[in-house]
């Protein structure tokens, strides 16, 4: 992965790509925080950390400074396993509205559910 | 003798606690953009606006205490560097982030403590006031502690540029413990501490910290003091100008 990034007069083009040879980054971490006690973990964003212990802090000061969260999970974005192909994956499901309880009488006693 | 021109003792006692960390506020501040990471700057710019959220109750108190005639940013700009009465180690330049980091992890293992002391104040603001800060040092001295050790125990490199900028804040440690008579006559009463009674403590958290970090505690040879008199080292002087050159140059200006 590189950027187009302005390259200053003096300034040889290599010296300002992201993610090349010339990148000392650290690994990526997914942040995952709850908001408070009761609710899950929700995935905000990711930040880059050196270990657990550091991806933790800069999860905290990255997206709890607003006190948006009581407790952050990190996980390194290498280990999460995300779905692909779409197509097979999700859409079977869109002609399936019968697996909704949607054809359900709710009962006026019954309230909001 | 002390230069500082507040009216009473406490006012005196809480601006020079208020100069700390307004001090080390502006200097973090400085650094932001340049942190070797994203997420490091946005630490760093935290630990700054913890610092000035301090100064900022520490000076509103202090000018109340000192009858009302200035405010807290009176206090914080139209004071000179001789009367500014923080702690020399807080003012010192960082040439990089190892000496940030160690300049921070030095006042960190200071600031967790004094804090704690402080907490049991007899006077409410001032326990109220470093009840909260506690809790902030309590995370800052992890952080700072977290990067000495990697840095100390990381690379070749690392660990030598670490080790030298230990070594260069190290004679500004020892003015931290020193008391004086308003030091003394505060604990006396209650309302401060003998910044002497925390050095044990600070010990304890930096000797373990550098021994994790594979790093060597500097002797304690010549130690540098002076700034609770205002006699400051170079860089204030020159770290004021030019924080509080709107002041100077359009007085009264706000937004």
Redo the contacts between chains.
Sequence with gaps: MSYDVPVAPGDKPQDVQFGGATDHGFPLWEVFVRAKRGLSHTHVGSIHAPDSETAIQNARDGYTRRAEGVSVWVVPSMEIVASDDAESMFEPFEDKPYRHPTFYEIPEEVGQL | MNTVTTNNDLATYIVRHADDNVVIGQRLATYISRAP????D??VG?LSLDHIGVADHLFTYAAKVDGGERTGDDLVMLRSEREYTNLLLVEQRHDGFGDLIARQFLFDAYQLPLWEALSASTDETIAGVSQRAAKEARYHL??SS?WIV?LGDGTEESHRRIQASIDRMWRFTGEMFEADDLDREMASSGVGVDPSTLKDLWETTVDAVLEEATLTRPEDSFQTSGGRCGMHTEYLGQMLSEMQWLQRSMPGQSW
Aim: no cysteine; charged share 45%; net charge negative.
């Design positions: 990471e994203l997420e490091e946005l630490a935290n992890r952080h977290m990697r």
